[in-house]
Structure formats: structure tokens, C-alpha cells
């Protein structure tokens, strides 16, 4: 008599992993997820391991994670997984400030962002 299993969001052939508090602009993470979009994920983690951009470590620690809940969870296979999917949201952005010149203050925002990458497994071509 338990409780009712929660339905999948995603496909069977789909797996994601999102990552919350980022410390950087959704711009610029933009550009890193835009950088893996589409791609087969042992090349997408290659680009990520050799970008110059500081967040993406952090993308490339959420990209293996997609994986493994893709393997583990899913019983998917690694070799034919794609980066179907990442996108990224606002989360908080933290208001501090600093006085200027003539009384005045100067606003500097602290945003954060997040990021969800989604998985999917395609069938090999022959």
C-alpha cells in the first residue's frame, strides 16, 4: 500500500541533471552551454575540459552527472548519449554596494544562475 511511483519528466531514452547557484551571469554561462549543445557528450566534456571560460568546470561537473544518472538510474548507453539539451535560468542576485564620489552609491549585483542539461541516447547509424 505505498505510495504511487512519481511519473518520469523525461523520455526513457532521456536523462538530465541541473545544477542551482551558480556564481556567474545566465549570459555568460549561456555561452558555455551554447558551446555543448548538440554534441555527443565525450566531445561536449572534451570542450568543456580545454575552455578557457571559468565556469566551465562547474558545466562539465553537471554534464557528468547527466551522465551517470543517464547510466545508472536509466540504464543507458554512454557511447550513443548526446547533450540533447542545456539551458539556463536566473537564480538570486545577491545587491552589495560601494560609496562614490559627491554622496553617492554605487550598485554592484552578484547574480547567480543555474543550468539543466538534458541526455539523449541515439541509435547508432549504420
Excluded at 549543445?37 to 553537471?62: E, Q
Excluded at 537564480?91 to 539543466?116: H, Q
Aim: charged share 30%; aromatic share 4%.
Amino acid at each position: 500500500m505505498g505510495k504511487e511511483q512519481n511519473p518520469r519528466r523525461v523520455a526513457d531514452n532521456e536523462a538530465f541533471a541541473k545544477t542551482k547557484m551558480l556564481r556567474t551571469s545566465p549570459q555568460k554561462l549561456n555561452l558555455v552551454a551554447a558551446l555543448i549543445r548538440g554534441k555527443k557528450v565525450d566531445k561536449a566534456l572534451a570542450d568543456l575540459t580545454f575552455s578557457h571560460k571559468r565556469i566551465a568546470g562547474d558545466v562539465k561537473k553537471c554534464l557528468q552527472s547527466a551522465i551517470a544518472n543517464a547510466e545508472n538510474n536509466h540504464n543507458l548507453d554512454v557511447d550513443n548519449l548526446i547533450v540533447a539539451e542545456a539551458w539556463v535560468g536566473k537564480n538570486l542576485v545577491m545587491k552589495r554596494g560601494r560609496p562614490r564620489a559627491r554622496g553617492r552609491y554605487g550598485k554592484i549585483m552578484k547574480p547567480f544562475s543555474e543550468i539543466t542539461i538534458k541526455v539523449r541516447q541515439v541509435e547508432e547509424r549504420a
